[in-house]
């Protein structure tokens, strides 16, 4: 489990901004392929040449991304595990690659599904991976607004292909309007591709391994310029190491993920990510155009007004980017889904009062069997928005930042991969389990729901609302019960809060990290009287802590330390 070596390297860059813009470009391919759906689902082009898909064929259509992603994030933690976070990534942008291609060269409903699925097992290894390479090398006081990142590039790659594809929609001829579009999807690839090797492994990972040296390097140069000496440095070095050996301590297998406390972590990550997709945030990614035919928009009126939505998105993604290592994760968690439910309430309500059905399709859709027309239509348009900006605040972003926190690091990789499916109790440092569970809950739901949406809006139509508002009064009431506050400590400090005997969720508070106590002890031992005039406390190649000179070579004193 060494990873991929060759004989040269690439020059590195340690910005942690720097390293969270190219790996979440995976993100941003998630965010094109979505929006290479929903920008083209009503055009003339598409619903001419796969004859006006509905019902499950329509579904299926939009939850083959999803099912491949379940594969993906299935495979991500052997993958992370094996190669590591970084190239565990670059392996995904291969899939992405064939996918696309296959897309473009669409000649029926069957190929298009293929291809879809080809890029959602890039989409599965990316969503699980890049939160947890990201957790990995952030500090912790700016951890949650390097993983918002992740939310903010799916949201410019869902605007940026949205409007590919609508611009695209004035191409003449029955076909060149989509292939085009999807097309376009090949150049963030290679740019990610590109941009990978530039970033260093993430050093959780190579002390996991045993690569302890590079471990300590890449942790000095990300958190300190590459001062060893750094006493945060020497800090977040002794808790990775008493971590690890800890948890190289735990059940093998399956065991680690529910034994000694470890259950309310797998618990946790996995539905965490359920609940951002069963909060109906899926119905305003893929099938806003739909809603907006019941709220009897059509033609460019409503293209636009569905893109509209998704500058939005991003507009109050960034705010939640600026203030969400300031306000913890439960908050926005918990009033974030009361107000989504409000939202899907007020929008059921308004159609199944003042609804009319239209049994032939509105447009001609077969998707799409009711229409609201006057007031009821601004109303239904109105809480469609209101409904993206309170998930755009809140469930969109903080799940992610949740779900790549709460794994121990011998289950980070694994676990994300798993959740995205659909970390002090010790527990093997495998990134099998936590991110993959997490991973894989997200996309089995993503797939269920890609599926569901369709048919009920065809057979449900309005009631389709009630039932996601009723799921998010749930979701309310698992997080104030179940999710303790993570925000503002370290990765190895959370790990404590999900022992047996921690605290209880709703009595946990953002902060009060014991990361600074420790630097400060630290620097007492430097300055006090069990260090000697003029030495300080240094974190070595080999992984252990000394007092050195200040004036020390660093390369004398290691020999002299193996002497």
Same mark, same amino acid.
């Given at each position: ?121 890039? /989409? %599965?290894? #990316?969503?699980?991976? *890049?939160? &947890?390479?990201?957790?990995?090398? !952030?500090?912790? +006081? @700016? ?65 996991? /391994? %045993?690569? #302890?040296?590079?471990? *300590?390097? &890449?942790?000095?140069?990300?958190? !300190?310029?590459? +001062? @060893? ?335």
């Amino acid at each position: 489990m060494q990873g991929l070596k060759f004989g040269f390297t690439f020059p590195k860059v340690y910005n942690t901004y720097f390293l969270a813009i190219i790996s979440t470009i995976g993100g941003m391919l998630f965010g094109f392929d979505i929006s290479s759906i929903s920008a083209i689902i009503i055009t003339d082009q598409y619903v001419n040449y796969f004859d006006n898909p509905a019902g499950l064929w329509q579904g299926g259509i939009g939850a083959a991304l999803a099912g491949g992603s379940i594969v993906g994030a299935v495979a991500s933690g052997f993958i992370s595990d094996k190669f590591g976070r970084r190239d565990s990534i670059a392996f995904a942008g291969l899939w992405w690659l064939a996918g696309t291609a296959v897309q473009v060269a669409t000649t029926s409903r069957a190929q298009l599904i293929v291809g879809r699925c080809l890029n959602g097992v890039c /989409v %599965g290894i #990316t969503s699980s991976q *890049v939160p &947890v390479y990201r957790a990995e090398i !952030a500090k912790k +006081d @700016k951890r949650g607004s390097i993983i918002v990142i992740q939310q903010l590039a799916i949201e410019i790659g869902i605007l940026v292909m949205y409007f590919i594809g609508y611009g695209y929609g004035f191409i003449p001829g029955p076909t060149a309007s989509f292939r085009t579009a999807w097309g376009i999807q090949f150049v963030p690839c290679f740019i990610l591709l590109v941009g990978l090797p530039f970033l260093p492994r993430s050093p959780r990972w190579l002390a996991k /391994v %045993g690569r #302890t040296e590079e471990a *300590v390097t &890449v942790l000095a140069n990300i958190q !300190a310029g590459g +001062d @060893k000496s750094d006493p945060f440095v020497v800090a977040e070095w002794e808790e990775i190491t008493t971590v690890l050996a800890a948890e190289r301590e735990a059940l093998p297998g399956w065991r680690k993920f529910v034994m000694n406390g470890m259950w309310r972590r797998t618990f946790a990550g996995f539905s965490v990510q359920a609940w951002q997709q069963l909060s109906g945030a899926n119905v305003m990614t893929y099938y806003l155009t739909y809603v907006f035919y019941m709220a009897n928009l059509s033609g460019n009126i409503n293209l636009i007004s569905a893109g509209v939505q998704y500058a939005l998105f991003i507009v109050f993604t960034l705010v939640t980017y600026i203030f969400i290592d300031k306000t913890g994760r439960r908050p926005l968690l918990i009033f974030g889904a009361l107000g989504m439910a409000t939202c899907h309430f007020v929008i059921g309500g308004t159609l199944g009062m003042y609804g009319k059905s239209v049994p032939e399709g509105v447009q001609g859709n077969a998707n799409v069997t009711i229409r609201v027309t006057g007031s009821p239509s601004y109303t239904v348009i109105a809480f469609s928005y209101l409904l993206i900006i309170v998930y755009a605040l809140t469930l969109a972003p903080v799940c992610w930042v949740y779900a790549a926190e709460v794994w121990s690091l011998e289950t980070r990789g694994k676990g994300m991969g798993y959740v995205r499916l659909l970390p002090n109790s010790p527990v093997p440092t495998s990134a099998y389990t936590p991110n993959r569970i997490a991973a894989t809950g997200n996309w089995l739901f993503n797939f269920a729901l890609g599926l569901f949406v369709p048919p009920a809006f065809k057979n449900i139509s309005w009631k389709t609302f009630i039932v996601f508002g009723t799921l998010c009064l749930g979701a309310a009431v698992q997080f104030f019960f179940s999710y303790p506050e993570t925000g503002r400590k370290t990765l190895e400090e959370i790990e404590i809060m999900f022992r047996p005997g921690g605290p209880k969720p709703w009595k946990t508070k953002m902060g009060e990290s014991v990361l600074d106590e420790r630097a400060a002890s630290v620097v007492a031992e430097t300055q006090g009287s069990l260090a000697e005039e003029g030495k300080v406390q240094v974190v070595r190649e080999d992984g252990r802590v000394e007092m050195v000179g200040r004036g020390d070579d660093e390369k004398d004193e290691k020999e002299k330390w193996s002497s």
